[in-house]
């Protein structure tokens, strides 16, 4: 596009300074094209992003795990994640070791809300460390004081769609396949 240029001319020192600019009706056609891109993208954007019980619940899980981590580093003692996979919700508790001289008994643990997962969502299967699928119940996984737990693979669907996260021991980030995951098939990659 081209720019317009500006003459001004100081009354002080008399020099002449150029300054370079866009024009009025280029800023408007700009941000016209701009609103156009918004209004065709927004609602679809909007769409995936709510709508989407899947994508959504596994992005809570991500979040608690995250979440998790951060709260077993920051204890003396580690937490547990536990998996309720009859009420389909995720929570963590950090027991608090007893203080010098306090029994056992007088120790709180800290519990944390509990994430629950879209109602069309459902964990279809969950594969922790040794392996073992595990498909009622509720699941404890233990996470040490540096944030680490055992391997864990999470497959969640909708009834149409299937979602894997796949945690490792050491990384902290967590993979999002696009269906379903076993030890087996990690185990060919």
């Not at 020099?15 to 009025?24: A, K, N, P, Q």
Request: glycine share 6%; hydrophobic share 40%; proline share 5%.
């Amino acid at each position: 596009m081209p720019q317009s240029t500006i003459h001004l001319r100081t009354r002080s020192t008399g020099l002449v300074i150029s300054e370079r600019g866009f024009t009025l009706l280029e800023l408007l056609v700009v941000l016209t094209l701009i609103a156009i891109m918004l209004a065709l993208s927004v609602p679809a954007f909007r769409t995936s992003l709510f709508t989407d019980q899947l994508r959504q619940s596994a992005r809570s899980i991500i979040g608690i795990l995250h979440e998790v981590r951060q709260a077993a580093t920051g204890s003396r003692s580690g937490c547990y994640l536990d998996i309720d996979l009859g009420e389909n919700q995720l929570s963590y508790t950090c027991p608090q070791p007893p203080a010098q001289g306090e029994d056992l008994q007088s120790s709180e643990d800290t519990p944390a809300p509990a994430v629950k997962l879209g109602p069309a969502v459902r964990v279809s299967s969950l594969w922790s460390g040794d392996d073992n699928s595990v498909a009622s119940g509720t699941v404890s996984l233990w996470v040490n004081q540096n944030g680490q737990m055992d391997r864990l693979i999470i497959n969640l669907t909708d009834g149409e769609k299937e979602l894997a996260l796949i945690s490792s021991v050491f990384v902290a980030e967590i993979r999002l396949e696009d269906k379903a995951v076993s030890p087996a098939e990690l185990e060919q990659d």
